[in-house]
């Protein structure tokens, strides 16, 4: 079946490090790829989905390219906030349609992230 | 206005007692599920609706029960709790693919 593998966490950073999340999936279908952010005391919230092999998906700072070749879908920031703080899941979906939210999630990274 | 809300936030029950679990939303979406989120594990998807069709994951079939009265809510339905149903709950909603959470409903079983 599918699965996802990411950073075990947590991971602590300065403010102003960079970071990178690896993800890692398995999936005999074409998936759609996603990261969620779970801030504290909140449910998870799309950071953003990448549909199609090759591409990037990008927001707050936050990017990960689609490596369909290796399987891959790392998330990484350029210099990361206090208010980053937060735990990142990594998923897919190898679904279509009204079944699309239908996810494989990781286990979650936990990032802090000390001023 | 993109809030899915669940109640309780916190239960509390018995080994053996049923636990009813509550999810709405207003924006319409068409889809709706339960996720089962355990410390230093994957959330893990229980069931969905589409509409009114329910699905329901093969491991999990047979230890959770839903219903959908109308497209606004969903409720998740345990008939004897078990120690190892203690867990945090997220419900969301989708609309092309992007899952909207509540905050979750976090389930301790004694």
């Known amino acids: 079946g599918d699965s996802v593998t990411q950073t075990e966490g947590p991971v602590t950073l300065s403010e102003g490090t960079s970071l990178t999340v690896n993800c890692s999936y398995e999936t005999k279908q074409y998936p759609t790829l996603f990261w969620y952010v779970q801030y504290p005391g909140e449910g998870p919230q799309l950071l953003f989905k990448v549909p199609k092999a090759n591409e990037k998906g990008s927001s707050r700072g936050f990017e990960a390219t689609y490596n369909k070749e290796a399987t891959s879908f790392h998330l990484q920031k350029a210099s990361v906030q206090e208010s980053d703080s937060a735990v990142y899941y990594c998923?897919?979906?190898?679904?279509?349609?009204?079944?699309?939210?239908?996810?494989?999630f990781g286990a979650g990274t936990q990032l802090i992230v000390i001023p | 206005d993109t809030t899915v809300k669940q109640n309780p936030r916190y239960k509390l029950a018995r080994v053996g007692k049923p636990v009813n679990l509550i999810c709405s939303q207003t924006?319409?979406?068409?889809?709706m599920y339960w996720y089962q989120k355990k410390p230093n594990q994957a959330p893990k998807l229980l069931l969905f609706y589409y509409d009114k069709i329910l699905n329901r994951e093969a491991d999990t079939f047979e230890k959770f029960q839903s219903s959908r009265p109308n497209n606004s809510f969903c409720s998740l339905y345990i008939g004897s709790a078990g120690l190892e149903y203690s867990a945090m709950y997220l419900c969301?909603?989708?609309?092309?693919?992007?899952?909207?959470f509540g905050e979750g409903s976090r389930l301790i079983v004694v």
């Open positions: 998923a897919l979906s190898d679904q279509r349609g009204s079944a699309l939210g239908r996810l494989h």
């Open positions: 924006m319409n979406h068409d889809t």
């Open positions: 969301a909603s989708s609309r092309g693919g992007t899952l909207y």
